[in-house]
């Protein structure tokens, strides 16, 4: 099969883009939950982190691209993925539970599910979810016409709509704290939802499904697009999307802040101020839309590509799995080192320069461990995938 190469560019920046997330979270949570030191502070988080909020759909849009429908009997592709995705999971599981925390105990939940304090570990498990569907639907997959998938399309980003209109219509909600610590917002229910039943008219069209669709869109009935079709479409797509997330994350602290800094509150506090960053809202969604056709004119594969981008591609998986514990020891000395605020060393720019700085170096340090380790005869594949 013929070398997506736009996939190779956009898999690594949208491995970059998930670094950058984690690079601004430690700007809005601390302590034991939520903390903005400055109203600087929540500017500068809302706009690094809305600029790559759509860095975990890009990944499922790659997969589905390349996947979906399937190329092999299902067994066969089932063994594959399970080799590439979950031996290297469950090998960095151990790890992080040995890493942080009671090592006892985290091995004891990872039967459960995964450590909290290995939070983009979750990712994981949506992945391999999709996996088990795409056998199933891949039939279907193959004979689908246009329009029929456009329909289907236009009812999964209906549901992108739904955290809206559950804000909208429904009151402040109280926390639920389950077993693990994390906050749930209690949900409104809508279209058959009770408290009975979770499963009401959008449950199975919701979620991730929409970007596996995409992603079957893309493949199926998107061909090259001229540079002037393209930005007429990703731009308005991506600055309403990105206007959607950076002003209701402001909105949302700014009403919880009533003008005064820091703020600070249970870890609930920011899963409501998160809502407009929620992967499957529409905000995100049309900023997926715009990152993904501008990626697709990405078409160079010279030097450069062969000898650098390739190899990271590649290994970008590995470099998911791994980053969070380079990323934490160097979020954490940047901090100690130049201050934190508008107190810190360079004033209004301490912030930015943190989070940019923290993204990069973990970037290339988990770039050149995960592509050296997948070099690695036999046992490489099984580390880092």
Not at 93 to 118: H, I, K, M, Q, T
Request: contains cysteine; proline residues 5%.
């Amino acid at each position: 099969m013929k070398r997506e190469v736009w996939i190779d560019w956009m898999r690594v920046l949208a491995c970059l883009m998930v670094m950058t997330v984690h690079s601004a979270e430690p700007f809005y949570l601390g302590g034991d939950g939520s903390l903005i030191l400055t109203q600087t502070d929540a500017r500068w988080v809302s706009f690094f982190d809305t600029f790559v909020r759509a860095c975990v759909p890009l990944f499922v849009v790659a997969s589905s691209y390349l996947q979906f429908p399937l190329h092999y009997p299902t067994g066969q592709f089932l063994r594959r993925r399970m080799m590439r995705v979950v031996v290297p999971f469950v090998i960095w599981s151990v790890v992080y539970a040995l890493w942080w925390g009671e090592p006892v105990d985290n091995l004891r939940s990872l039967l459960l599910n995964f450590n909290y304090a290995a939070g983009h570990l979750w990712f994981v498990y949506m992945l391999v979810g999709l996996y088990l569907l795409m056998p199933m639907l891949s039939p279907w997959a193959e004979k689908v016409t246009k329009r029929e998938l456009q329909f289907y399309m236009a009812l999964c980003f209906l549901t992108t709509l739904i955290p809206f209109v559950r804000a909208w219509v429904g009151d402040t909600p109280p926390v639920i704290y389950g077993p693990t610590g994390i906050p749930n917002p209690a949900r409104y229910p809508l279209w058959g939802e009770a408290s009975w039943n979770a499963y009401g008219l959008f449950y199975y069209l919701s979620g991730f499904m929409g970007y596996m669709l995409l992603g079957l869109y893309l493949r199926r009935f998107v061909g090259e697009l001229s540079w002037r079709r393209t930005l007429t479409i990703a731009l308005p797509s991506w600055l309403i999307g990105f206007a959607i997330c950076f002003f209701g994350f402001l909105v949302a602290v700014e009403t919880d802040a009533k003008g005064l800094y820091p703020i600070s509150g249970p870890a609930g506090m920011a899963a409501i101020w998160e809502t407009t960053w929620i992967n499957d809202t529409a905000s995100v969604a049309l900023m997926t839309i715009g990152w993904i056709l501008l990626f697709r004119k990405f078409t160079s594969s010279g030097r450069f590509f062969q000898r650098i981008l390739l190899p990271v591609s590649k290994a970008s998986y590995g470099m998911y799995l791994c980053h969070m514990i380079v990323l934490v020891a160097i979020s954490g000395w940047l901090r100690t080192t130049f201050g934190t605020g508008i107190e810190g060393m360079f004033g209004i720019w301490t912030t930015p320069l943190q989070i940019v700085g923290t993204a990069l170096a973990t970037f290339l340090a988990t770039a050149v461990f995960a592509t050296l380790v997948q070099r690695i005869p036999r046992l490489g594949k099984w580390i880092v995938g």
